[in-house]
Structure formats: structure tokens, C-alpha cells
């Protein structure tokens, strides 16, 4: 049973518009979350990541909002940049557990030029 | 900041051998995780240290899985008796537990295929 999904393996952008990559999860349970970024051949890195007791976190191009009410969240990123173009994982935690963060299966994102 | 060192980066070996991983984290982090990543799927917890102590080991780690961080700095993930089923990504993180929102920083993995 998948308790972070995301439903889209992959998305396509062209260069300037806004990317929006979502992510949906089951437990109510879970407080913390979070996005990383994944490159061929490397390991995924840490991008954004927002607290259960926020809306809205924004970084830069990235925003990340959560919408607890339909356990859903989704990362903008905008303007879109062929730098993007990578796997994006949703990961989640709760109880402060900075460890067992649990994953989605990823996204991956394509940006043309 | 020299980043998550993983060692070997790829590792081929025939089923019902043993294999050893290493990794050394980030010298301040006192807090070490292992996950694996199998394709198409994103990494699943295996197992954390802080210090050099195992806080917490998933129902995924069989017995034939075992990690030691000994002195509190790099780690090392032992398989016995692979199985083709261990071909995956094995990945190795680390944070600052003093700092609850520390995120994970990953090193590049450690690619083990089991023939």
C-alpha cells in the first residue's frame, strides 16, 4: 500500500512556462515533507520542503504548497529551466523522524528548450 | 562539505556471495541511513544510525542484511547469501539530528547486480 504516490511518471515543459508536479498521500499521520531532485547516475538532493502547520513554502523558482484537507501537495516551479530535467521525488515523515522518510515513485521531469 | 562518500559505486556478483558497502557521511552529521532503490521505484528506508547507534531498522532489512556504524563515522551494509532479488541502488544519507529540519543528504549510491 503506497502512502506517497505520484500519479504522473513523467511531464514535459517548454523552457519558461511553469512546471507543476504532484504528489498525494494517505496518512494523516505524516507532518513533514518533503521534494528531492534526482540526475541520472547521482543521488537524489534535497530541494524544498514544507511543515504540516504551513500552506506554503517558496524557495526561488520553487514553491511547494500542501493542501492537508485533500492530502495532496504540489511543487511549481517556475520559470521552467532545461536545468529541471530530472526525477522528482515526493517524500513524507511524521513524528519528527528525520530518517524513515517514506517516497513516491517519482516524476520525471523534461524541460525543452 | 565534501558530501556523501559511497564505495564501490557498482558492484557485480554472483548469487549466494557476500558483499560489503561502505560509506563515510558528512563529517558534522552524526545521523547515517541506508535505503535501497530498486527501478522505477523511489528509495525505500532500510535502516538509521545516529552516532553509532541502530535507532531503526525496517521489516525490509532481512537477516541476511546487517549494518554497523562502529565508531559513529562511516557505516558499512553487509548482504550474505545474495539473492537477485538484492539487485537494486543502495543508498546511503546523512543529517544533523540537532537540527529538525536537517534535510538528508544522499551520497551517489552503490549499484549491486546479482547474477
Known amino acids: 500500500d503506497q502512502q506517497v504516490k505520484q500519479n504522473s511518471p513523467s511531464l514535459s515543459v517548454q523552457e519558461g512556462r511553469i512546471s507543476i508536479l504532484n504528489c498525494d498521500y494517505t496518512?494523516?499521520?505524516?507532518?513533514?515533507f518533503l521534494w528531492y531532485k534526482k540526475y541520472p547516475a547521482e543521488g537524489p538532493t534535497f530541494l524544498i520542503s514544507?511543515?504540516?502547520?504551513?500552506d506554503k513554502n517558496e524557495d526561488g523558482r520553487f514553491t511547494v504548497f500542501l493542501n492537508k484537507s485533500a492530502k495532496h501537495l504540489s511543487l511549481h516551479i517556475v520559470p521552467s529551466q532545461p536545468g529541471d530535467s530530472a526525477v522528482y521525488f515526493c517524500?513524507?515523515?511524521?513524528?519528527?523522524?528525520?530518517?524513515?522518510?517514506?517516497f513516491g515513485k517519482g516524476t520525471k521531469l523534461s524541460v525543452k528548450p | 562539505d565534501t558530501g556523501v562518500s559511497q564505495d564501490p559505486r557498482h558492484k557485480i556478483t554472483k548469487r549466494g556471495q557476500n558483499v560489503t558497502f561502505r560509506c563515510d557521511p558528512i563529517s558534522e552529521h552524526n545521523r547515517l541511513y541506508w535505503y535501497r532503490q530498486t527501478l522505477g521505484q523511489g528509495p525505500e528506508f532500510l535502516t538509521y544510525?545516529?552516532?553509532?547507534?541502530?535507532?531503526?531498522k525496517s521489516r525490509l532489512l532481512s537477516d541476511r542484511f546487517s549494518a554497523e556504524r562502529p565508531k559513529g563515522s562511516f557505516s558499512t551494509l553487509e548482504i550474505q547469501r545474495t539473492e537477485q532479488g538484492d539487485s537494486a541502488m543502495y543508498l546511503c544519507?546523512?543529517?544533523?539530528?540537532?537540527?529538525?529540519?536537517?534535510?538528508?543528504?544522499f551520497g551517489n549510491g552503490t549499484r549491486l547486480t546479482v547474477t
Open positions: 514544507i511543515s504540516s502547520i504551513k
Open positions: 544510525f545516529q552516532n553509532e547507534a541502530q535507532l531503526e
Open positions: 496518512n494523516s499521520m505524516f507532518d513533514y
Open positions: 544519507a546523512s543529517s544533523f539530528s540537532r537540527d529538525p529540519t536537517s534535510p538528508l543528504h
Open positions: 517524500a513524507a515523515n511524521y513524528g519528527g523522524s528525520q530518517g524513515n522518510l517514506i
